[in-house]
């Protein structure tokens, strides 16, 4: 925290999901003021707006800054957005359809805002973050949790794609007789990779993995935890998991040849535990191919700690180059 000053001006990210509301504040030189996180309150429009402001005043009042000092705000939202319109144009978990969010932003605090996909400004933070110690200029940004998505950015900037909808590939279908995917198809990347899929699949082959933890509260970690004690299902069901999000890392780097797929979401915050089945695949698919050896390099990995908010700084970065050009 730093020394609050009345010749200050800010900068404001927002993270809305579906459960909860995270909220940065930083100054012009990306000093961290607050950060919080809070209830999304999606019960309907009218309440994300309410739910979302009271975060924003909440984050202000410990940055001991006011609505006035703020220059511009960020958000990423988990769904299909116009950024020149700032408006959600669907966002199901949140609630929201063909919504004015920039508009009502900028009717509560009178400042300009700048929406994005969630994932897509993830990307842009996750960039922002590996850039800090090396230079690159195209990356994936995987991420991996409730959902499954990547973002990419392609000669320095954010590729959105005709809808902004580029790098949506938890949808992708990798396994057409597999399980029904929550969007209508079957066999998507994400009903095998997602958090709920992964302590699906595992239950499914040992219930007694996560004991005695309640079946509907295990999660990815547990089943991570249950592979690394030495239980068979749970090491079976993870090298699967593993061997699949190689091959997503595969297809990326060979669809754009980048430098980097950054990984990020709630299952890689499992660390080491995350990491290493999938470098393991990476290895498996060198030993076959001159051509993997050439491209697949580990170096190519990384994992974005689990403490750095790429979707928030992301955001920030988003709403501040939009500032700019204004
Ligand atoms: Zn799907």
């Given at each position: 925290?730093?020394?609050p000053?009345?010749?200050?001006?800010?900068?404001?990210?927002l993270?809305?999901g579906?459960?909860?509301?995270?909220?940065?504040?930083v100054?012009?030189?990306l000093?961290?003021?607050?950060r919080?996180?809070?209830?999304?309150?999606?019960?309907n429009?009218?309440?994300?707006?309410?739910?979302v402001?009271?975060?924003?005043?909440?984050?202000?009042?410990l940055a001991k800054?006011?609505?006035?000092?703020?220059?511009?705000?960020?958000?990423?939202?988990?769904?299909?957005?116009?950024?020149?319109?700032g408006?959600?144009?669907q966002?199901?978990?949140?609630?929201?359809?063909s919504?004015?969010?920039g508009?009502a932003?900028k009717?509560?605090?009178?400042?300009?805002?700048?929406?994005?996909?969630?994932?897509?400004?993830?990307?842009?933070?996750?960039?922002?973050?590996?850039?800090r110690?090396?230079?690159?200029?195209?990356?994936?940004?995987?991420?991996?949790?409730?959902g499954?998505?990547?973002?990419?950015?392609?000669?320095?900037?954010?590729?959105r794609g005709?809808?902004?909808?580029a790098?949506?590939?938890g949808?992708?279908?990798?396994?057409?007789?597999?399980?029904?995917?929550?969007?209508g198809?079957?066999?998507?990347l994400?009903t095998i990779?997602?958090?709920?899929?992964?302590v699906?699949?595992?239950l499914?082959?040992d219930?007694?993995?996560?004991?005695?933890t309640?079946?509907?509260?295990i999660?990815?970690g547990?089943?991570?935890?249950a592979?690394?004690?030495?239980?068979?299902?749970?090491?079976?069901?993870?090298?699967?998991?593993?061997?699949?999000?190689?091959?997503?890392i595969q297809w990326?780097?060979?669809s754009y040849?980048?430098?980097?797929v950054?990984?990020?979401?709630?299952?890689?915050?499992?660390?080491?535990?995350?990491?290493?089945?999938?470098?393991h695949?990476?290895?498996h698919?060198?030993?076959?191919?001159?051509?993997?050896?050439e491209m697949?390099?580990?170096?190519?990995v990384a994992?974005?700690?689990?403490d750095?908010?790429?979707?928030v700084?992301?955001?920030?970065?988003?709403?501040?180059?939009?500032?700019?050009?204004?």
């Amino acid at each position: 925290m730093n020394t609050p000053s009345a010749d200050l001006s800010y900068a404001i990210g927002l993270d809305i999901g579906g459960t909860k509301t995270e909220a940065m504040v930083v100054d012009q030189q990306l000093h961290v003021h607050s950060r919080i996180s809070k209830p999304t309150d999606t019960t309907n429009p009218k309440r994300v707006l309410a739910s979302v402001t009271q975060t924003v005043y909440e984050a202000l009042h410990l940055a001991k800054a006011t609505a006035q000092q703020v220059q511009v705000i960020g958000v990423g939202i988990p769904g299909l957005v116009n950024p020149e319109t700032g408006v959600v144009r669907q966002a199901v978990n949140l609630n929201l359809e063909s919504y004015p969010l920039g508009a009502a932003l900028k009717a509560e605090f009178d400042t300009p805002s700048f929406l994005e996909n969630d994932v897509r400004a993830a990307a842009v933070g996750a960039f922002e973050y590996i850039n800090r110690t090396e230079p690159v200029s195209h990356i994936a940004y995987l991420s991996i949790g409730t959902g499954v998505s990547a973002g990419m950015i392609l000669d320095g900037r954010l590729h959105r794609g005709v809808n902004g909808m580029a790098g949506e590939i938890g949808h992708a279908i990798v396994e057409p007789d597999g399980v029904q995917c929550r969007c209508g198809t079957y066999g998507c990347l994400e009903t095998i990779i997602a958090g709920p899929a992964i302590v699906r699949q595992a239950l499914a082959a040992d219930p007694t993995i996560g004991a005695p933890t309640s079946p509907d509260k295990i999660t990815a970690g547990h089943v991570y935890t249950a592979a690394q004690s030495g239980n068979k299902a749970a090491q079976q069901i993870i090298q699967y998991v593993s061997r699949t999000i190689a091959r997503t890392i595969q297809w990326l780097i060979m669809s754009y040849d980048i430098d980097k797929v950054l990984l990020g979401g709630g299952v890689a915050r499992d660390g080491d535990a995350f990491l290493q089945p999938i470098l393991h695949e990476l290895a498996h698919l060198r030993m076959q191919s001159t051509l993997a050896r050439e491209m697949l390099l580990d170096e190519k990995v990384a994992r974005i700690p689990s403490d750095f908010n790429a979707g928030v700084w992301g955001a920030i970065w988003l709403a501040k180059q939009a500032v700019q050009q204004i």
